[in-house]
């Protein structure tokens, strides 16, 4: 079947520690995207990309770094400058770019936590 | 920017009865789409309907359906005959035709079910 995988499920940080979360799709998909989820606010994006080796930063981009080195995957690095790591994180992805009413499909998530 | 705002942080309904979620959006944009989510415990989003603006009649999914206004920029979702597995947190979000093909979410509101 194909979909969206997000690893790991669980992750903690130390302080001053850059952690990697990986996203990974089969479905073929040009676009992919992380966002944020806290505690009752909705999905905040990141970082999004729509075609390998480029990538925009959305709206909370500070302290995170992304990389589009192939079209299945879109690591998330939350370094050690995002001071507030803590949350949910979703990768979604969809068909297309510009145009496109496909909707973005997404991950089961990852929750980051500090040690 | 485009905004969307969910005004309705919580709500409840009765097992088999009607529900109505409010969602509004600003944008300036005549084209674009419109989505609604839900998330469920698990934490999964999961794609409930969608929208195209230029489509005058309103979309429908089984028990689900949209009262799309579009000069008013509202959005609206109906849950009819409503079961214990809608309890979810609802998530309405906007994406642009012309210019991309990132989503801008609202805060969200949680469906509780009653039995």
């Known amino acids: 079947d194909g979909g969206i995988t997000q690893s790991p499920k669980y992750l903690f940080r130390k302080e001053g520690q850059n952690v990697t979360l990986s996203c990974e799709q089969n479905l073929n998909h040009d676009a992919m995207y992380w966002y944020r989820q806290d505690p009752g606010q909705g999905l905040r994006l990141i970082y999004y990309?729509?075609?390998?080796?480029?990538?925009q930063k959305g709206d909370i981009a500070e302290g995170y770094s992304v990389s589009r080195e192939k079209k299945e995957s879109f690591p998330l690095t939350v370094t050690s400058a995002q001071k507030n790591p803590t949350a949910f994180y979703l990768c979604?992805?969809?068909?297309?770019?510009?145009?496109?009413?496909?909707?973005?499909?997404f991950g089961d998530g990852t929750r980051l936590s500090i040690l | 920017a485009q905004t969307v705002t969910q005004s309705q942080p919580e709500m409840s309904v009765q097992e088999a009865e009607t529900v109505t979620l409010s969602c509004t959006y600003d944008?300036?944009?005549?084209?674009?789409?419109l989505f609604w989510y839900k998330q469920p415990p698990s934490r999964q989003m999961i794609l409930v309907i969608r929208q195209e603006a230029y489509k005058q009649q309103n979309a429908t999914e089984n028990r689900f359906s949209v009262n799309f206004q579009k000069a008013a920029k509202s959005f609206s979702l109906k849950i009819s005959d409503s079961q214990l597995g809608d309890a979810a947190m609802y998530f309405c979000?906007?994406?642009?035709?012309?210019?991309?093909?990132?989503?801008?979410f609202g805060e969200g509101t949680q469906l509780t079910v009653n039995p």
């Open positions: 990309s729509q075609i390998v080796n480029d990538f």
């Open positions: 944008t300036s944009e005549s084209d674009y789409y």
């Open positions: 979604a992805s969809s068909p297309q770019g510009a145009g496109s009413n496909q909707p973005q499909h």
């Open positions: 979000a906007y994406r642009s035709a012309p210019s991309g093909s990132r989503l801008t």
